[in-house]
């Protein structure tokens, strides 16, 4: 092993014979946030996982004296039961077979590229664990949750943009894959097809300029139900391009001019079916707001049900190696929430704002009602600070909101305060969420 990533806050493994590309890659990560470390071989790759937190794995198959198959799996097993996505780099490559990563990019991704999808990868290998945990919870409670469906659908790839040749072509070649291609010419139609049926990608056409490629992507990242969806930004010449703004823009993956129509396709099929699995295992997370072990008019975990299922977080986060932390919001104290609270008006909206709750956290996370006017969230794979950036988030969109009252008094608003604790390895989950209340009682005396 080498590299800065040494140090104990590396995130991301990187397993290359050569420098000539992790080295690059590396710095890039690193400079994102994406703390890396560096393994030549299996044996130092395998001691890596062993004594660092690692979160996702990146194969160079080029140079390696184990094939990508064995190797890939040895890793997983090695992280297990931590799930351990692995990107691999090449796509397009006839000797890469895309069934051993989870994601296969470009010999040379961009880090920006690279940052966005190791944040996808991760949050769905949490959702993954997460589903397994909630499964068990449910079952010693005699409920079952019906495992992630991926659907028999063909894969749907929507391409927007003119029909030039070097665009149909493109077409034929997804269709050559059993991909069902649905074409629209401008940024209006695409809108109109992205609305009216579920795709598993966007193939988008730069052409002489990519101008509205980039604001279709960008459109298609400030809608929630649209905002996963892959992204693949197809060059018509080696042009002038911010890859940096192309990927901060919303695209997923660009393909170079010289590829092969047969390599983008490959590279597109690729995302969409890691889209597909996404969205599934969000589904399946999602159904099972319809138990009839949770509470009916909000859509959250009881009080019991939580506690239950926090305790099987708590010792599954120190057998994977993952941080954990609560979050409780309290109904603020304030003048005008107390007179709400008089008449009554704050009772009535009460379900209202737990149904909110549980709308605004992520698919992974756990949300309760533990009191009349307290929530809680367990935040699998969150450190301290990410977990109040979530609760303050939550805090902000309610506060924003305007709930009824009487028909002759103006709609009331609510403010919760936010208390955070992230779980000590030698503490007890009922301490931290202790700890996480004591804040939000402190914030209220201080007024």
Avoid at 281 to 302: C, H, P, Y
Avoid at 405 to 429: L, Y
Wanted: glycine share 8%; proline share 5%.
């Amino acid at each position: 092993m080498e590299g800065k990533g040494l140090a104990p806050s590396a995130r991301v493994l990187i397993v290359a014979a050569e420098d000539s590309l992790a080295g690059p890659l590396s710095d890039g990560l690193d400079r994102l946030g994406w703390r890396t470390v560096t393994a030549r071989s299996l044996a130092s790759a395998a001691v890596a996982l062993r004594d660092l937190e690692i979160e996702a794995a990146i194969i160079d198959p080029k140079g390696l004296s184990a094939e990508a198959g064995p190797l890939s799996a040895q890793l997983r097993t090695a992280c297990w039961p931590r799930r351990l996505p692995i990107i691999g780099l090449g796509a397009g490559d006839p000797d890469i077979d895309p069934s051993l990563f989870d994601l296969v990019l470009a010999a040379q991704p961009h880090p920006v590229q690279t940052a966005l999808r190791l944040e996808q990868l991760v949050r769905v290998a949490v959702s993954e664990e997460e589903f397994e945990l909630r499964a068990e919870t449910f079952a010693e409670r005699g409920a079952r949750l019906d495992p992630p469906r991926e659907g028999d659908r063909p894969l749907r790839v929507l391409t927007v943009g003119s029909p030039a040749p070097q665009f149909l072509a493109l077409s034929n070649a997804l269709q050559k894959t059993e991909a069902e291609v649905v074409g629209a010419f401008t940024a209006y139609t695409a809108f109109d097809y992205l609305h009216d049926k579920p795709f598993d990608a966007v193939a988008l056409w730069g052409g002489e300029d990519q101008g509205e490629a980039l604001s279709i992507a960008a459109g298609m990242r400030r809608n929630t139900r649209l905002f996963h969806i892959p992204t693949v930004l197809y060059l018509k010449s080696a042009t002038d391009v911010n890859l940096s703004e192309v990927f901060n823009r919303g695209v997923t993956d660009v393909a170079a001019p010289g590829a092969s129509e047969d390599q983008t396709a490959a590279r597109i099929v690729g995302l969409a079916r890691a889209y597909r699995r996404q969205s599934a295992i969000r589904q399946a997370l999602e159904n099972a707001r319809g138990s009839n072990l949770m509470d009916k008019t909000t859509g959250l975990f009881t009080r019991d049900l939580f506690a239950a299922h926090l305790a099987r977080l708590t010792l599954a986060s120190r057998e994977r190696g993952r941080d954990l932390s609560v979050c409780v919001l309290r109904v603020a104290d304030r003048p005008e929430v107390a007179r709400a609270r008089e008449h009554g008006w704050l009772d009535r909206a009460m379900p209202q704002i737990g149904s909110m709750v549980s709308r605004l956290v992520r698919a992974e996370d756990t949300a309760a009602r533990l009191a009349p006017e307290m929530f809680a969230l367990a935040l699998p794979a969150t450190n301290g600070g990410e977990a109040r950036l979530v609760g303050e988030r939550i805090a902000a969109v309610i506060g924003c909101t305007a709930f009824e009252s009487n028909a002759d008094e103006v709609p009331f608003v609510i403010d919760f305060d936010v208390g955070v604790a992230q779980v000590d390895p030698a503490e007890s989950a009922a301490r931290a969420l202790e700890r996480a209340a004591e804040e939000t009682a402190a914030r209220q005396a201080a007024g």
